[in-house]
């Protein structure tokens, strides 16, 4: 089975730093198309953090931009979410988001990984 799986979470302080992985595993995966970091807090819905756009460029929710780098490795089929100076209010389950495409069967995918927890402390 061919999924995306997160890593690199844990709990930082306020002002430090993280960097997320995202790397797909799993048979007959062929390639990934990056597509985005997302997250969820507590009581509240998943929201978008950062994208790439279909042009190649990148997007990124205001409350981040500034702070945060989306980026990717093709040869490596995996994503990246450099996170810095972190706030307590950045504190969530982040998830990846990428198109799969497999050889067997033949397709591609929407897909997401499970999630990794992120706590930042003040």
């Known amino acids: 089975q061919v999924q995306l799986v997160e890593s690199g979470g844990g709990l930082v302080q306020a002002g430090g730093s993280l960097r997320l992985s995202c790397a797909a595993s799993?048979?007959?995966?062929?390639?990934?198309?990056?597509k985005g970091w997302y997250r969820q807090a507590p009581g509240k819905q998943r929201e978008l953090v950062a994208t790439?756009?279909?042009?190649?460029?990148?997007n990124y929710a205001d409350s981040v931009k500034g702070r945060f780098t989306i980026s990717r490795d093709n040869a490596q089929n995996t994503m990246y979410l450099q996170m810095n100076s972190l706030k307590p209010e950045d504190t969530a389950v982040y998830y990846c988001?990428?198109?799969?495409?497999?050889?067997?069967?033949?397709?591609?995918?929407?897909?997401w990984g499970k999630g990794i927890l992120v706590t930042v402390s003040s």
């Open positions: 799993g048979r007959f995966f062929s390639s990934i198309n990056a």
């Open positions: 790439f756009t279909t042009g190649g460029s990148t």
């Open positions: 988001n990428a198109d799969i495409t497999t050889i067997l069967p033949r397709r591609t995918m929407d897909c």
